[in-house]
């Protein structure tokens, strides 16, 4: 099912309203707690039946990124029972990718906030209430169950659907806090498409294996807490992210991608945390690590060290930038484990790696083998520029020249490491004012 405008056009029943008996409500009335927890409790049990009450919830957002989630899906379990405040945003729009087109196009559905929507197999109810603060309209989440039970049915039957449906849930720190959102992977990306040393490989690999092992019986044998830390550094475009996306296609498991900004926080670091301990066990990847402001990195190392703050959690830290990282995260047992140089390809990674991407169909195996020693110090991610840059050579020009296209891009790297592209002389030559 897919929510459309056609879902949105009868008129939606609000159960406050900006005037009672033709007078306007001033704002403190109008967005009055207490009121509209009243006005919903009375609706619920003139429609479900009586006997609903309030849950407080501490579970790191975990309940509404996912009722976020069933809206967009067009999740048929669950109903827009009403609307509460007639002079607040009900709906909302968005430019996404369609499932079944995988076109970009505008979708309408309803907004989480200022909503109340009931699961209806479970019987619980969540409403966003807007309340007015000192910088404009937030918001009080308030969920209504009539029992525990039924509570912890609609949790772990939230839960299930999730993880049926594998993702990589991608945390961004903004200037208005921790936005969530799951993202498909795209393709699935196997293990023989990851391109790293074998001792490495064999190393990441063997380890994620036992973590995600159904009993667990390697950290049970030999009394070792549940929990591993690795931190990944080299140069950026040779595989950190290729790894990350192998794992999440591989393991079967929660995988969560974090990347540190200027706005990262204390109260980021801990709903993202808290967030992964109701995933556990999961992978959670921690990008540009060595960018933690300087205001939370005290707080960040204290939820490191924290007893049950990584329990379930396979850590992954990258960097591009090794030297920055602070050296309190690596000299202290239990924040990383061990940390791992992802090196540029040598000759015969970078020979498997043009052949494995398909350069084969475009040259000889002599001019294969040419361009793999010619290719020294290229990233992967260049050896993947090299490839198409032949594919279109090719289209164009029914012909590839590798050694002039190897040429070209070795001064063209050389030029932006040295800023020549930014002198007077070349600018007038690009046509820059």
């Not at 950026?236 to 999440?248: A, E, F, H, R, Y």
């Not at 990847?285 to 707080?299: A, F």
């Amino acid at each position: 099912m897919t929510i459309t405008t056609a879902h949105l056009a009868a008129k939606p029943h609000f159960l406050v309203k900006s005037t009672e008996a033709g007078e306007p409500l001033d704002a403190e009335s109008y967005f009055n707690y207490i009121a509209v927890v009243q006005a919903i409790v009375d609706f619920l049990g003139e429609r479900y039946g009586d006997g609903f009450r309030l849950y407080y919830q501490d579970d790191g957002n975990e309940v509404w990124n996912g009722l976020e989630e069933d809206l967009r899906d067009g999740y048929e379990g669950v109903e827009h029972a009403a609307s509460l405040f007639d002079l607040v945003e009900t709906e909302v729009f968005e430019y996404a990718a369609d499932s079944d087109s995988r076109q970009a196009v505008y979708t309408v559905r309803p907004a989480v906030r200022n909503n109340l929507f009931v699961y209806r197999e479970q019987l619980v109810a969540l409403a966003r209430i807007p309340r007015v603060t000192q910088h404009g309209l937030g918001y009080e989440d308030l969920i209504f169950c009539r029992s525990n039970e039924e509570l912890v049915r609609f949790l772990e039957a939230l839960r299930a659907r999730r993880l049926a449906d594998p993702k990589i849930i991608v945390f961004t720190d903004t200037r208005d806090g921790l936005e969530q959102e799951r993202q498909a992977v795209g393709y699935a990306v196997g293990r023989d498409d990851v391109f790293m040393e074998d001792e490495l490989k064999t190393q990441v690999y063997r380890s994620i294996d036992e973590f995600f092992s159904k009993d667990r019986a390697f950290f049970q044998t030999y009394g070792l807490p549940y929990k591993r830390g690795i931190l990944l550094y080299g140069k950026p475009g040779n595989g950190k992210t290729t790894l990350v996306k192998s794992i999440s296609s591989t393991t079967g498991a929660p995988v969560a991608y974090w990347q540190i900004t200027e706005y990262t926080s204390s109260g980021s670091i801990k709903e993202v945390f808290d967030t992964a301990s109701q995933l556990a066990p999961m992978v959670l990847v921690i990008e540009d690590i060595d960018s933690m402001p300087d205001s939370c990195r005290s707080y960040f190392l204290n939820t490191l060290d924290g007893a049950t703050s990584k329990e379930g959690i396979y850590l992954i830290g990258t960097t591009n930038y090794p030297e920055k990282i602070d050296p309190a995260l690596m000299n202290r047992a239990g924040r990383f484990d061990r940390a791992y140089e992802v090196k540029s390809p040598d000759e015969a990674m970078r020979l498997a790696y043009l052949t494995h991407i398909g350069l084969r169909r475009l040259a000889s195996e002599e001019e294969l083998e040419l361009a793999a020693r010619g290719t020294d110090g290229f990233t992967l991610a260049q050896l993947s520029e090299l490839y198409a840059s032949a594919a279109l050579q090719m289209h164009y020009e029914d012909k590839v020249d590798l050694e002039r296209l190897i040429a070209g891009m070795k001064s063209d790297y050389a030029k932006d490491r040295s800023k020549e592209w930014m002198t007077e002389d070349r600018s007038r030559k690009m046509g820059f004012a």
